[in-house]
Structure formats: structure tokens, C-alpha cells
């Protein structure tokens, strides 16, 4: 018998499995992702919809936004549903990709007086909005979604 040392073999091993193990359950970070930020737009369009529409028009007046009461209801309207859409994990990639919009625009008219630096930048809560949209848009809604049920349905998985 040789003195080979399968220490090194037997962690890489340990490694390996646990590594595709993460892989088969991305779907529950996934998921978390998909309803905290899908229940914040939906209860943040919920808000501009309902109650505070009037103040969110005079807000995009001040801002200096073409077509406030518009772009207002546009908004709003996007939050609140694509909010839904991203609890239930329904056209995901669509709603994401809407959402990432809203989010890059209100960085440009909001939020960017207030950077001063790259470190100013990276704190925008509407930066990382943005990036965890973007991120949807590549990862899909994951297993536990309507996108993924209808897609096996549909022999599409």
C-alpha cells in the first residue's frame, strides 16, 4: 500500500457536490429575490396608484418630466403590476426589463445630484434595483414561478 494522501481528492470531492447541490436549489434565492422586490414595487405602485397619485405628478413636475400625469400613471401602473408579475413569477424577464428601465430613469432624474463619487453612485437603492432587474433578465424566474410551470407544460424546459 502506498502513503497517498486522499485529503486533497476527498475535499475537492466535498466541493464538487456541494457545489451542483447550490446549483440545483438556485431557484429559492431566485425566489427571494423575486418577492422581496416584487412585493416593495407592488406596494409601492400600490401607493403612487391609489393614494399619492397626485403628489407623484407634481413630483415628476418639479423633476422637470415631459407628460407628468402620463409618464405618472405609466409608472405606477408598472410598479404595481409588474410587482404582481414578479411575486408570481409571471413574464418575469418582461416585467424585469420594465422595472430596470423605471429604475435607470430614476437614477438619472432623481437621484444622480446626489453623487458625488463612484461610492455615491453604488449607494443609489435605484442602482441596485437596477442590477438585481438586470439579473432577472438572465436568470429567469427560476422553478418555482408560472413562467417555469407554463414552459414544462409546454415542453419548452
Not at 32 to 50: C, D, H, I, Q
Not at 65 to 83: C, R, Y
Not at 96 to 124: N, P, R
Request: hydrophobic fraction near 55%; proline fraction near 4%.
Amino acid at each position: 500500500m502506498s502513503n497517498v494522501d486522499l485529503t486533497p481528492l476527498a475535499s475537492y470531492c466535498f466541493i464538487h457536490q456541494l457545489l451542483k447541490r447550490l446549483r440545483e436549489l438556485d431557484w429559492i434565492p431566485i425566489l427571494l429575490v423575486r418577492l422581496s422586490v416584487g412585493l416593495l414595487f407592488f406596494e409601492s405602485g400600490r401607493g403612487k396608484l391609489f393614494f399619492k397619485f397626485e403628489e407623484l405628478v407634481e413630483y415628476f413636475v418639479q423633476l422637470g418630466i415631459p407628460f407628468p400625469h402620463l409618464n405618472a400613471t405609466a409608472v405606477a401602473s408598472s410598479e404595481f403590476v409588474g410587482g404582481i408579475f414578479l411575486i408570481l413569477g409571471l413574464a418575469t424577464r418582461v416585467a424585469s426589463i420594465q422595472l430596470a428601465v423605471i429604475m435607470f430613469v430614476a437614477t438619472l432624474t432623481a437621484e444622480i445630484k446626489t453623487v458625488h463619487t463612484l461610492g455615491d453612485f453604488l449607494y443609489l437603492p435605484t442602482v441596485l434595483l437596477f442590477v438585481i432587474f438586470i439579473w432577472l433578465v438572465f436568470s429567469g424566474p427560476g422553478k418555482a414561478s408560472i413562467d417555469s410551470f407554463l414552459a414544462r407544460r409546454l415542453g419548452l424546459e
